[in-house]
Structure formats: C-alpha cells, structure tokens
C-alpha cells in the first residue's frame, strides 16, 4: 500500500470519528452545517480567516470548547495536523490560529490543501451520520 493511499485512508478515518464526535454535540445539525461549510468559507475568505472564525466563534477566553459546534470542528482540525505523519505545522503551546501566521507560503498552501481533503471527508460521513439540516446560523 503506498504512502498516499495510507494518508487517504487516516483522513477518512478520522473523519469518520470526528462526525461520530460532532454526531454526539448538542447542536449536531449545526456542526454539519458548519463541516459543509468551512470549505466555502476557506475559498472565500482564505484559509487563515476560516480558521480564525472557527476559532473565534467556538472559544472563550482563547480556549476552544468541545461542546460548541465551531469549537470542535476547529479542535478537530487542529488535532488532525498535528495527528499528520508529514509534520506541516510544527505544534508548540500555539493554537493553529496563531500557528498559521507564522509558515511561509509554500507551507501555508499545503496547509490548505490537506485540511481541504480532510473537510471532504467530514462532509460526507457528517451528511451520512447526522440527520436533518441546521435551522440557525453562526452560533
């Protein structure tokens, strides 16, 4: 098995566990709300802006809470790099927030492209696991 088809299947299975955690939060519909649409919200805005509204929206006091919808997706992209065996972001007592606005250029778009391929598979196990749609916005 190669090195690119192991790296495929650790994305789907922790995107498949962390759509199990999001499954288990109170506001899940809004969770899956929220997996569908950062990948828009990284297109749009810029990976650094994504995850400083991830980051903004689901922490208090600069902490992310596990029990808000944001929170945990952002702590879930968080653990996923720092799970990553190609060491894109070198984790020190940072959050990835603030981790972002300190790799170059090349980086940061590697970046960007693995968090991308792991939110496509968090979208399709979220949509799988998770019932109904959300019926609020940003919180």
Known sequence: ??????????????AFQYAEEGKILTKSKEY???????PMLIKTNGLGAAIAF????????????PDKA??????QIEDWLNK??????????NRL??????I?????????????????WM?????ALIEGDASTSEN
């Open 97 to 102: 927030a603030y981790q972002l606005t300190q």
């Open 84 to 93: 990553d065996k190609k060491q894109l972001i070198e984790f020190t007592k």
């Open 54 to 65: 991830a980051f903004a929206k689901g922490s208090k006091g600069g902490v992310p809470q």
């Open 1 to 14: 098995m190669s090195n690119r088809t192991r790296l495929e299947q650790g994305r789907a299975a922790s």
């Open 123 to 127: 979208k399709r196990f979220s949509e």
């Open 104 to 120: 170059d250029s090349y980086t940061y778009r590697a970046v960007t492209l693995e968090i991308m391929a792991l939110l496509s």
């Open 32 to 38: 899956k709300a929220y997996v569908k649409k950062m």
């Open 70 to 75: 944001w929170g945990r997706l952002y702590m």
